[in-house]
């Protein structure tokens, strides 16, 4: 089961859809160019107490709760609320930014340590498209998923932010085992268009939300059971 979302946050109502079918909270693993690890309403409340009566309310069995918690959330905030609010039971953020700190001790962020500085990467994309193109490669995610201890369940989230995509080549890697193996093991899989940050980030002019999803989507079907 694929669903496609505009922007990353917008993904916690499917994945609250998907709770209600489940017994218990499912594992999440995301890949994204940044951690969204941020605490839930964190922006939006005027204080901590209003936060965590915010947090309390949200509903995952109710369609109007997850929308009314959504009108209230920022793009970082929505996998601490999944976690608060019982729809995942843990998080693996595979990101290549490095984040400062997690709002909630069940998320795991592993970044590789060889990628650069944003600035540098956008100033010199050709010198590090080849990082980007590995992104999906077998070495590359079984190192970032040892490193988190992360061994997926059955049912487990798949949930890829498309700019974690920098080039065209990240969705063609040479060996994908590990990356089969990952989407035929998930119960759902989220996609994010994330249509600003795919432009501002990427390392190919004609890299699009539309090409990635084109590329991605057929790979992804056949490989879902």
């Known amino acids: 089961m694929i669903r496609i979302v505009d922007e990353h946050h917008e993904a916690l109502a499917e994945w609250s859809r998907y709770r209600r079918t489940l017994p218990s909270p499912p594992s999440l693993l995301t890949f994204d160019h940044h951690t969204d690890t941020l605490p839930a309403f964190g922006r939006a409340a005027k204080s901590e107490p209003e936060r965590r009566e915010l947090v309390a309310a949200f509903d995952f069995r109710r369609d109007d709760s997850v929308t009314e918690a959504l009108s209230r959330l920022r793009h ?7 976690l608060r609010g019982g729809v995942v039971s843990r998080a693996v953020i595979v990101a290549h930014a490095d984040h400062p700190g997690c709002a909630n001790d069940r998320i795991r962020v592993v970044c590789d340590r060889s990628w650069p500085d944003l600035q540098l990467l956008l100033n010199d994309p050709v010198r590090f498209a080849p990082l980007a193109r590995r992104v999906f490669e077998d070495d590359f995610l079984a190192a970032r998923l040892a490193e ?31 990356l089969r193996h990952l989407l035929a093991r998930a119960g759902l899989v989220t996609i994010s268009r994330e249509a600003d940050w795919v432009r501002l980030l990427k390392l190919e002019p004609l890299l699009t939300p539309d090409s990635l999803l084109a590329a ?5 079907e056949a490989t879902i059971p």
């Open 76 to 82: 970082d905030e929505h996998i601490d609320l999944a």
């Open 148 to 178: 988190a201890e992360f061994a997926p369940e059955e049912g487990f989230i798949f949930d890829l932010d498309l700019d974690y995509l920098l080039t065209a080549e990240a969705l063609g890697p040479d060996r994908k085992t590990v």
């Open 216 to 220: 991605f989507r057929p790979f992804a």
